[in-house]
């Protein structure tokens, strides 16, 4: 059976994001300009949410995307991706738009384009 290449970049790209929430949250949330304390406990909630998703992605990776069977896979990762879009354009319109958000945004658009498509 064929890899899916989509699926199997978004592992890769959620798990190594998860990975540094989840080892690094104090050093995320000085990066972002927060005071680390509570930001770095969500900021690990998040971490845990996306080796979740991760672990989706990878697991099926051999499954196809098209027709029924595909749906609820490429559904979770769009919401993800539209929600994930979302948050970091509300974030650059209440004026908090540093680099991680910049970041975030160029992440989730790709992502929200890819699985739309």
């Known amino acids: 059976m064929k890899k899916n290449l989509v699926v199997v970049v978004t592992a890769f790209a959620l798990a190594l994001l998860s990975a540094a929430c989840l080892f690094a949250p104090e050093e995320i949330a000085q990066f972002s300009g927060s005071r680390a304390g509570a930001t770095a406990y969500f900021i690990q909630l998040y971490g845990a949410a996306l080796l979740g998703l991760a672990g989706l992605n990878w697991w099926n990776r051999f499954s196809l995307t ?8 490429v559904a979770a990762n769009f919401m993800h991706a539209v929600a994930g879009l979302g948050v970091s354009l509300s974030a650059i319109r209440h004026g908090d738009g540093g680099r991680l958000v910049l970041g975030f945004l160029v992440f989730y658009t790709a992502l929200a384009v890819t699985f739309s498509l």
């Open 66 to 73: 098209v027709g029924i069977h595909g749906r609820p896979l």
